[in-house]
Antibody, heavy 117, light 106 residues
Framework: QIQLVQSGDDVKKPGASVRVSCKASGYIFTKYAITWVRQAPGQGLQWMGWISAANGNTNFAQSLQHRFNMAIDTSADTAYMELRSLRSDDTAVYYC??????????WGRGTVVTVSS | SSEMTQPPSVSVSPGQTARITCSGDVLARKYIYWYQQKSGQAPVLVIYEDNKRPPGIPERFSGSMSGTMATLIINGAQVDDEADYYCYLTDNSGNVFGTGTKVTVL
């Protein structure tokens, strides 16, 4: 079955960087993009960006693109996101999902990133 | 990027019909997707391309589109349908989620 397994929860200090991984299984990894979505405590869903697993093309949310990056490792069927210069308002659950410019049909369970001094 | 507005909350009695709207100027030329998110869980796709149901989604969920407003309809809402619902749009200038609607069934 199709699964997206994300890395574990993390705690970071302000100004640090965080990297979250998303390992895909059950489908041909390079046929779909991976999208990243986050949700701050008690808030709605925020689209962050997507990366094509076929060619690495990306589309970023303008509000994040200067400190947000995504990468793909096709040898490991794994997508990564990195968020730099962390602030307290980056505290959120970070999700990966299959899909880019279409339906997000399978989701990871989410990774809680807490930014605290 | 585009903006899409939803009502903060909708309440319905069990067996009644719940309607959740999503409005935005760009909707007129884009597909809409709808996600259900129960407390503490990842979102689940319930409607794609305006009005199509993924496998496993009950028939009581449907979607409609008219001009700049999309609607998610739950016919015969059940207690299990209590959740937050988000519309979602894909666009070359950046994808975007609606503001979200909390549906209460009681």
């Amino acid at each position: 079955q199709i699964q997206l397994v994300q890395s574990g929860d993390d705690v970071k200090k302000p100004g640090a960087s965080v990297r979250v991984s998303c390992k895909a299984s059950g489908y041909i990894f390079t046929k779909y993009a991976i999208t990243w979505v986050r949700q701050a405590p008690g808030q709605g869903l925020q689209w962050m960006g997507w990366i094509s697993a076929a060619n690495g093309n990306t589309n970023f949310a303008q509000s994040l693109q200067h400190r947000f990056n995504m990468a793909i490792d096709t040898s490991a069927d794994t997508a990564y996101m990195e968020l730099r210069s962390l602030r307290s308002d980056d505290t959120a659950v970070y999700y990966c999902a299959r899909g880019g410019s279409m339906a997000l049909d399978f989701w990871g369970r989410g990774t809680v990133v807490t930014v605290s001094s | 990027s585009s903006e899409m507005t939803q009502p903060p909350s909708v309440s319905v009695s069990p067996g009644q019909t719940a309607r959740i709207t999503c409005s935005g100027d760009v909707l007129a030329r884009k597909y809409i997707y709808w996600y259900q998110q129960k407390s503490g869980q990842a979102p689940v796709l319930v409607i794609y391309e305006d009005n199509k149901r993924p496998p496993g989604i009950p028939e009581r969920f449907s979607g409609s589109m008219s001009g700049t407003m999309a609607t998610l309809i739950i016919n015969g809402a059940q207690v299990d349908d209590e959740a937050d619902y988000y519309c979602y749009l894909t666009d070359n200038s950046g994808n975007v989620f609606g503001t979200g609607t909390k549906v209460t069934v009681l």
